[in-house]
């Protein structure tokens, strides 16, 4: 069974850090880049980061270049999203999911996670 599971979400001041994990199950990370999207009440899914299967090339959204940093550990079949500075328009529920090709549009991207809540608030 094809299946991503994300953890690592709660609360955290703002300021603060979380790091975010994404495992896979039922196939394997190697050949499909790995995206995070996150979606906020009322408003649509927005895309956070992507890092490429084949040469780890990574893309940021603007609002979080500096803060995020992608990362995938293919022997774990896992992908993490490292997130400093957080700030309360951080808040949403974060997803991660597989592409063939790197992008920040969520139609490229064909499995989910169920997503995990991230909340930045003191």
């Known amino acids: 069974q094809v299946q991503l599971v994300e953890s690592g979400g709660g609360l955290v001041q703002p300021g603060g850090s979380l790091r975010l994990s994404c495992a896979a199950s039922?196939?394997?990370?190697?050949?499909?880049?790995i995206g995070w999207f996150r979606q906020a009440p009322g408003k649509e899914r927005e895309g956070v980061s992507c890092?490429?299967?084949?040469?780890?090339?990574?893309y940021y959204a603007d609002s979080v270049k500096g803060r995020f940093t992608i990362s995938r550990d293919n022997a774990l079949n896992t992908g993490f999203l490292q997130m400093n500075s957080l700030k309360p328009e951080d808040t949403a529920v974060y997803y991660c999911?597989?592409?063939?090709?790197?992008?920040?549009?969520?139609?490229?991207?064909?499995?989910w996670g169920q997503g995990t809540q991230v909340t930045v608030s003191s």
């Open positions: 999911a597989t592409a063939m090709t790197c992008g920040l549009r969520p139609e490229y991207y064909h499995y």
């Open positions: 039922g196939f394997t990370l190697d050949y499909y880049a």
């Open positions: 890092i490429s299967y084949s040469d780890g090339t990574t």
